[in-house]
């Protein structure tokens, strides 16, 4: 059974870097051709694609969003952490880690149950 | 804004049908068949209802049908339930460096 859980802070200032940890059970981040993607939802709005790391330690990153995008993975704990620096309010949103199978060209079968950071002074 | 354009809202009485739009560009859902279709309900995560513009991962009901044509994909719901009631999103893969765009979701109400 494939389970994903995020963590990190609830509440983060306006220009603090904000640190989210996915912590996964169920799969390995070592297996030729798994990822773990970041996806983010600001209350009452769309989901909006982050970041992916992919079992080879490449990262793909939103090109909106990818200067202050950071993703990298620790195999031996299980987990994947994303940071993202100078937080904004609009920024605010639900963070969700999701799980990409192998052989899954662009979808997420399995999502942890999410994480709201608020930005706020 | 988002990358994909779906209505805000879609509507059916429970036994009928009801299709959701899906509409990008040659860049992400026509130029692959790698769209997905995510089921969300207030205050949880989403799920995946179909992949690769039709296929059903398990224990999803067939009742959820994907098609596709051009830059346009869809979603079908058949035989509505009241638990269908839910916010839908899709999603492409866009190739290059923006690895995965979604649409702005359509709620779907049961009548």
């Known amino acids: 059974q494939i389970t994903l859980k995020e963590s990190g802070p609830t509440l983060v200032k306006p220009t603090q870097t904000l640190t989210l940890t996915c912590t996964f059970s169920?799969?390995?981040?070592?297996?030729?051709?798994?990822?773990v993607g970041w996806i983010r939802q600001p209350p009452g709005k769309a989901l909006e694609w982050l970041a992916l790391i992919y079992w080879d330690d490449v990262k793909s990153y939103s090109p909106s969003l990818k200067s202050r995008l950071t993703i990298t993975k620790d195999t031996t704990k299980n987990q994947v952490v994303l940071t993202m620096t100078n937080m904004d309010p609009v920024d605010t949103a639900t963070y969700y880690c999701a799980h990409r199978p192998v052989g899954a060209p662009a979808y997420f079968a399995h999502w942890g149950q999410g994480t709201l950071v608020a930005v706020s002074s | 804004q988002s990358a994909l354009t779906q209505p805000p809202s879609a509507s059916g009485s429970p036994g009928q049908s009801v299709t959701i739009s899906c509409t990008g560009t040659s860049s992400d859902v026509g130029g692959y068949n790698y769209v997905s279709w995510y089921q969300q309900h207030p205050g949880k995560a989403p799920k995946l209802m179909l992949y690769e513009v039709s296929k059903r991962p398990s224990g999803v009901p067939d009742r959820f049908f994907g098609s596709k044509s051009d830059n346009t994909a869809s979603l079908t719901v058949s035989g509505l339930q009241a638990e269908d009631e839910a916010d839908y999103y899709c999603s492409s893969y866009a190739g290059g460096n923006n690895y995965l765009v979604f649409g702005g979701g359509t709620k779907l109400t049961v009548l």
């Open positions: 169920g799969f390995s981040l070592s297996t030729n051709g798994m990822a």
